[in-house]
């Protein structure tokens, strides 16, 4: 089997209909700083192809030097510069129409979908018996406004 991250996405054969918003720089390139909503959605893209950490709550919404050229050679850490690189483009780290169609596009490889990490071959993390323990035991409460009657 070859590893997910040595071949181009797989591509989907009907993807969603939209166009890149705006070009967007590393902040080295001088062009300026790039942030706003569409980076965010960039951030959550490039995560699920397995470029970037998942991390929704800690992720800002600018288009820093980090998560254009990725922050080291770990498979899950190389950012957009990695997407460029795992698909065959200019490994720029600018976020422009060749990149963004690739996003458009890719579909999640299928080991990746299935959990596995990447080079470790290691499991995502499942609830613990704790969790589910926890889950197992509440209950609804009920809504403030409606009393129980005597």
């Known amino acids: ?5 040595t071949v181009p996405y797989p591509k989907h054969p009907d993807p969603p209909d939209v166009s890149l918003p705006r070009t ?21 893209a490039v995560s699920r192809l397995g ?8 992720w800002d919404d600018g288009y820093a030097d980090t998560f254009a050229y990725g922050t080291s050679g ?8 990695g997407i460029q690189r795992q698909s065959g483009l200019d490994q720029s780290a600018m976020l422009g129409p060749h990149t ?4 458009r596009t890719a579909m999640i490889p299928y080991a990746l979908a299935q959990g596995l990490l ?26 403030p406004h409606h009393r129980r009657t005597a």
């Open 118 to 143: 990447g080079p470790g071959r290691r499991r995502r993390p499942r609830l613990g018996p704790g969790v589910r323990r926890r889950q197992e035991r509440a209950r609804p409460r009920p809504h």
């Open 74 to 81: 770990n498979v899950k850490d190389t950012g957009v510069k």
């Open 100 to 103: 963004f169609e690739i996003l």
């Open 1 to 5: 089997m070859t590893d997910w991250w």
């Open 51 to 58: 470029r970037w950490p998942w991390d929704p709550e800690g």
């Open 24 to 44: 967007l720089y590393p902040p080295k390139m001088g062009e300026g700083f790039f942030n706003g909503d569409d980076v965010t959605a960039y951030k959550r």
